[in-house]
């Protein structure tokens, strides 16, 4: 990050990192991160103070593109990571990215409860129904009956909505996008990012290689927006577009303010402190080990 970028307004180009993406052309994820890109210029995010993490896939190699701090983890655990840095540094805008496999199979347990403790983190799934970096196999968002390199006579399993999930669990921001609707995803990068709260924000986003040109057609023809009196305050209105199979709806389906993990702390720390001021490590210290 060079100190120029400091004294300048922010381009895109600011928000590009050195390294060029190795996803396939015609990978969804391509849109994903451009998105991500022009939120962050219309935030004028600074990059200094930023971090963006990722567990293992196709889509978790995002971080490396954007220059921010970042961090690659191992597989389902961005949202850990994510938890340490904002409880240990509130200040930080931080970002957590990754597939359907990452943040629904190994790394679903994660989802359930960083949504509910309502941490100040947004959460950006790329979902393209697949386990890409491992060649094509079934994820807990195949459809059900979809034929992958898992799934020869077709999934069996009931898939998940993500959207649902967040809902159920606590999330108090939740929006679904298309990477093909750059103008849609860029508002709703931008509007997850800017909640304080805990954003959850399912990006369906195709993967050419297994599943062809067929996936971006279809997601495309059925893209549809939230009608324009959806009241996203209300969870019940928010659960009528989840597990949509004829149309994808996009939009900010839920939308509620309520306090952060941080915020509950520092209102504990107060009331348990009673005023006091904090005692020091060696005064705690010599709580439990008063011969010291
Ligand atoms: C503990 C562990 N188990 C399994 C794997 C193998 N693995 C790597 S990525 C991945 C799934 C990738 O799918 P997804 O998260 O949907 O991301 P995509 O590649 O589709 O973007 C799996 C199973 C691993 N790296 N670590
Ligand atoms: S395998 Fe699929 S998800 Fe992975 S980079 Fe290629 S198109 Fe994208």
Same mark, same amino acid.
């Given at each position: 990050?060079?100190?120029?970028t400091?004294?300048t ?9 050195d ?21 962050m210029?219309?935030?004028?995010i ?14 978790s190699?995002?971080?490396?593109y954007v220059?921010?701090?970042g ?9 850990p990571?994510a938890?340490g ?31 509910r403790?309502?941490?100040?983190i ?6 393209n129904?697949?386990y ?10 195949t459809?059900?009956?979809?034929k992958?390199k ?17 809902? $159920?669990?606590?999330? !108090? *921001?939740? +929006?679904? %996008?298309?990477?093909g609707? @750059? &103008?849609g995803?860029?508002?709703l990068?931008?509007?997850a ?11 369906? $986003?195709?993967?050419i !290689? *297994?599943? +062809?040109? %067929?996936?971006?057609k279809? @997601? &495309? ?7 324009e ?16 199979t004829?149309v994808?709806?996009? %939009? ?6 309520t ?13 348990s ?20």
């Open positions: 990050m060079s100190t120029e400091m004294k307004e922010f381009k895109v180009k600011d928000y590009k990192s390294l060029k993406p190795v996803w396939c052309p015609g990978c969804g994820d391509f849109g994903v991160v451009s998105a991500l890109y022009r939120a210029v219309k935030l004028q600074e990059p200094w103070n930023t971090v963006i993490l990722s567990g293992i896939g196709c889509s190699r995002l971080p490396g220059d921010t701090y961090f690659n983890g191992v597989h389902g655990r961005a949202l990571l938890t840095v904002k409880v240990a540094r509130p200040e930080l805008t931080v970002i957590a990215v990754g597939g359907d496999g990452d943040g629904l199979a190994i790394g679903g347990n994660h989802l359930i409860h960083t949504a403790r309502n941490l100040d947004t959460y950006i799934l790329m979902d129904e697949i890409g970096l491992t060649k094509g196999q079934a994820a807990p968002t459809p059900t009956g979809n992958t898992s799934t020869y006579w077709g999934n069996p399993e009931p898939s998940v909505d993500p959207c649902e999930l967040a809902l $159920s669990t606590g999330a !108090t *921001w939740v +929006g679904r %996008g298309f990477s609707d @750059m &103008k995803l860029v508002e990068v931008t509007q990012i800017s909640h304080n709260g805990f954003s959850f924000l399912n990006v369906m $986003s195709p993967c !290689t *297994w599943l +062809g040109d %067929g996936q971006f279809e @997601m &495309k023809e059925k893209l549809t927006y939230l009608p009196d959806h009241d996203p305050t209300r969870r019940a209105n928010a659960l009528k577009y989840t597990r949509e004829d994808l709806t996009a %939009g900010v389906l839920y939308e509620v303010q306090p952060t993990l941080v915020e509950q702390l520092d209102r504990m720390k107060e009331v402190m009673d005023g006091k001021p904090a005692p020091s490590t060696k005064e705690i210290l010599e709580g439990f080990f008063p011969d010291l």
